[in-house]
T-cell receptor, first 112, second 116 residues
Framework: SQKIEQNSEALNIQEGKTATLTCNYTNYSPAYLQWYRQDPGRGPVFLLLIRENEKEKRKERLKVTFDTTLKQSLFHITASQPADSATYLC???????????FGAGTRLFVKA | DADVTQTPRNRITKTGKRIMLECSQTKGHDRMYWYRQDPGLGLRLIYY???????NKGEISDGYSVSRQAQAKFSLSLESAIPNQTALYFCATSGRTQGEVYNEQFFGPGTRLTVL
């Protein structure tokens, strides 16, 4: 069955450093891969989408890579800030944009 | 005002009771979704609707039903609630009204449901 794996252990980093989160998937060939941010008690918020034919996408301090051979995406936050502390969810889509599959998320803590 | 709203935000009910969770959106999106979130399991799709006349089962639809009363409203019902339906429930929308792609989903604030 289709499966998404995100590191269940929380990631703790120091302010100013680059945070790198990993999303691995199996038994799926997604056309799109997305990253969402979720704060405690709130709904996920869309951050970035990358297509299968794109290797990398950037938005401000965020960078996403997508390696369809390794079946992996890396999500980077550069110059991290305490306000970046949240859970980050990886999500996969086929074409059509429905039946999105979400990972369980990785909790990020940025210490001042 | 929030683009996607859910009511109630918190609900405690007893086994066997019927309960309805409601979702409204002002984004003008045609697609709406219901998910549940459990610790360590991520979001799982319950039902999705492409428009008022198109409703589809998701990964975990057993024990749930939905109604799309209008383009802006999508409700989720638990006909006879059971304790393992205790979870955080999210409504989401997607569309292309402002240049988005359908994959980009906008989530409501969630409903925390506890079934005793």
């Amino acid at each position: 069955s289709q499966k998404i794996e995100q590191n269940s252990e929380a990631l703790n980093i120091q302010e100013g450093k680059t945070a790198t989160l990993t999303c691995n998937y199996t038994n799926y060939s997604p056309a799109y891969l997305q990253w969402y941010r979720q704060d405690p008690g709130r709904g996920p918020v869309f951050l970035l989408l990358i297509r299968e034919n794109e290797k990398e996408k950037r938005k401000e301090r965020l960078k996403v890579t997508f390696d369809t051979t390794l079946k992996q995406s890396l999500f980077h936050i550069t110059a991290s800030q305490p306000a970046d502390s949240a859970t980050y969810l990886c999500a996969l889509d086929g074409t059509g944009g429905f039946k999105t599959i979400f990972g369980a998320g990785t909790r990020l803590f940025v210490k001042a | 005002d929030a683009d996607v709203t859910q009511t109630p935000r918190n609900r405690i009910t007893k086994t066997g009771k019927r309960i309805m969770l409601e979702c409204s959106q002002t984004k003008g999106h045609d697609r709406m979704y219901w998910y549940r979130q459990d610790p360590g399991l991520g979001l799982r799709l319950i039902y999705y609707s492409f428009d008022v006349k198109d409703i589809n089962k998701g990964e975990i639809s057993d024990g749930y039903s939905v109604s799309r009363q209008a383009q802006a409203k999508f409700s989720l019902s638990l006909e006879s609630a059971i304790p393992n339906q205790t979870a955080l429930y999210f409504c989401a929308t997607s569309g292309r009204t402002q240049g988005e792609v359908y994959n980009e989903q906008f989530f409501g604030p969630g409903t925390r449901l506890t079934v005793l």
